[in-house]
Each structure stands twice: as structure tokens, then as C-alpha cells.
């Protein structure tokens, strides 16, 4: 297993449009959590999952965001009528245990809305 | 995060230590983290200490928590032109699973 893996590395997208981002988390991990980062800031949290639940979700910025983990392994994050403001770096980390080494992330992917 | 501060800049010379420090808000966090991002790069786990810890030493990284001040501090030895990058604190609290990160401290090692 070589960590969490995020798909695309780069997303650019016209205002408006719906774009989707994968997260394959550690094998062995059952949290999943999706983060947004902007520029020259530090990452902000989200959404979590723990399997396939859903336990987090106030953070989500909007309803037109919304992040689903349909058999507990891999996650999608779908952005709805993208605007300009989404633009930002979006990371997925996984863990194991509530805390310590288990919190890996991804490398992120980069959406850039015009 | 507006709960956990950092100073935004550090520039130290090739060889000398570096001190990145952080405050945070709430005594009830429990794993206090250090993650480093280098350009256009994920976030990387360098080491992280758990609440009833005072320091925590990991080769050229040592951390201190003080919680009486909420302050944490992250001292690289010898630090190195491969260390530039932007330096994040995290906290994890109690309640939940999330990490609050803070704004990022820019490390920038002069040879």
C-alpha cells in the first residue's frame, strides 16, 4: 500500500460545471476525512467518515458540496455548480485510531474553476 | 484556523536550529500535530505529541507542549536547505476526529 491516493491531481473546470474527486485511503484505515486548503492557509476541515457513515457533516460548505463512501473503502467529494471561490487545493487523509501516526494524507487535488 | 496561531515566517541559516512555535485555544486537545508542505505538495506527518506529554524528541525534531500557555513549539536541528517549507500545527480535540490546523509558518533555510 503506498498511502492515500487522490484522482485527478488537477482539475480545471468552467464556472458552473460539477466536478468529482476520488480518495483511496490506506487499506487498513476505516476513517476517511476530506479537507480544503486555500491559498496560503491552512487545510480546513470538511467532512469525516467512519466506514460508511457519514458522522460529520456541518463543515461541508455548502449543499452544493456533498462527499459519499459507498462500501466503506474509497470516497467521492462532488462539487455542484462550481463558482470561483471553490478553487483551492482538496485533501483526503485516513486513519485507523483517533490519533497519532494513523492521520496520513494525500497529496491533494488542485481545482481550479474559470 | 483562527483557534491555533503561527507566526508567518522563519528564515534561519543553513546549519543553525530553528524554532516554529503555535498556540492553541482548547485544553481539551489531545494529539497535537506537525505536518511539513513543500510547493504544490500534499501534507507530510513529521511527528506529532499526545497531550499528557511535555517533549518529544525524533531524531533532528524535538517538540515541546506547554499546556498551561496552550504553546507548542517544533526545534529542528541543523536544519538544512531540504527543510523550506510551510510548517503546519494541528490540534485534535477531543470531540471529534477533525485536526484545526493553523495559518502555516514559511521556513526558508539560507545557505
Known amino acids: 500500500d503506498t498511502g492515500v491516493s487522490q484522482d485527478p491531481r488537477h482539475k480545471i473546470t468552467k464556472r458552473g460545471q460539477n466536478v468529482t474527486f476520488r480518495c483511496d485511503p490506506i487499506?487498513?484505515?476505516?476513517?476517511l476525512y476530506w479537507y480544503r486548503q486555500t491559498l496560503g492557509q491552512g487545510p480546513e476541515f470538511l467532512t469525516y467518515?467512519?466506514?460508511?457513515?457519514?458522522?460529520?457533516k456541518s463543515r461541508l460548505l455548502s449543499d452544493r458540496f456533498s462527499a459519499e463512501r459507498p462500501k466503506g473503502s474509497f470516497s467521492t467529494l462532488e462539487i455542484q455548480r462550481t463558482e470561483q471561490g471553490d478553487s483551492a487545493m482538496y485533501l483526503c487523509?485516513?486513519?485507523?485510531?483517533?490519533?497519532?501516526?494513523?492521520?496520513?494524507f494525500g497529496s491533494g487535488t488542485r481545482l481550479t474553476v474559470v | 484556523g483562527e483557534d491555533v496561531e503561527q507566526s508567518l515566517f522563519l528564515s534561519v541559516r543553513e546549519g543553525d536550529s530553528s524554532v516554529i512555535n503555535c498556540t492553541y485555544t482548547?485544553?481539551?486537545?489531545?494529539?497535537l500535530y506537525w505536518y511539513k508542505q513543500e510547493p504544490g505538495a500534499g501534507l507530510q506527518l513529521l511527528t506529532y505529541?499526545?497531550?499528557?506529554?511535555d517533549m518529544k524528541q525524533d531524531q533532528r525534531l524535538t517538540v515541546l507542549l506547554n499546556k498551561k500557555d496552550k504553546h507548542l513549539s517544533l526545534r529542528i536541528a541543523d536544519t538544512q536547505t531540504g527543510d523550506s517549507a510551510i510548517y503546519f500545527c494541528a490540534e485534535q480535540r477531543n470531540a471529534g476526529n477533525m485536526l484545526t490546523f493553523g495559518g502555516g509558518t514559511r521556513l526558508m533555510v539560507k545557505p
Open positions: 505529541i499526545f497531550s499528557n506529554m
Open positions: 487499506s487498513e484505515h476505516n476513517r
Open positions: 482548547d485544553s481539551s486537545s489531545t494529539y
Open positions: 467518515f467512519q466506514n460508511e457513515a457519514q458522522l460529520e
Open positions: 487523509a485516513s486513519s485507523a485510531r483517533t490519533g497519532g501516526y494513523g492521520y496520513t
